[in-house]
């Protein structure tokens, strides 16, 4: 079982900043491929990017290209999200996700990944 604990949300000003982490205990991270989404109220939960366990790739919605950014460390078991220029319409509960080891699927769907954190609320005021 790998269990996935989100940190870092918060409240921010239109155009700031913000960096997720993910967390993960149970398991080793680096044979997982690692995905992020987001869920606004009323909406369905939405990709927002990934990083395969090698980190030799990387994917990104069209809305979040080119200010998003995904890492990881996999000797800290850590995935991280960097956010910038962000806008009201990022505002969503964002949730990280691990798929199973070494699997190899198109990362973009929420029945790639297996196991999910809890979420943590990034709210962005304009």
């Known amino acids: 079982q790998v269990q996935l604990v989100e940190s870092g949300g918060g409240l921010v000003q239109a155009g700031g900043s913000l960096r997720l982490s993910c967390a993960a205990s149970?398991?080793?991270?680096?044979?997982?491929?690692m995905g992020w989404f987001r869920q606004a109220p009323g909406r369905e939960r939405e990709f927002v990017g990934a990083?395969?366990?090698?980190?030799?790739?990387?994917n990104y919605a069209d809305s979040v290209k080119a200010r998003f950014t995904i890492s990881r460390d996999n000797a800290k078991n850590t995935v991280y999200l960097q956010m910038n220029s962000l806008q009201p319409e990022d505002t969503a509960v964002y949730y990280c996700a691990a798929t199973q080891p070494f699997y190899i699927g198109s990362y973009v769907t929420r029945r790639d990944y297996t196991y999910w954190g809890q979420g943590t609320q990034v709210t962005v005021s304009s």
């Open positions: 990083i395969t366990w090698s980190a030799a790739n990387t």
């Open positions: 149970g398991r080793t991270l680096s044979s997982f491929t």
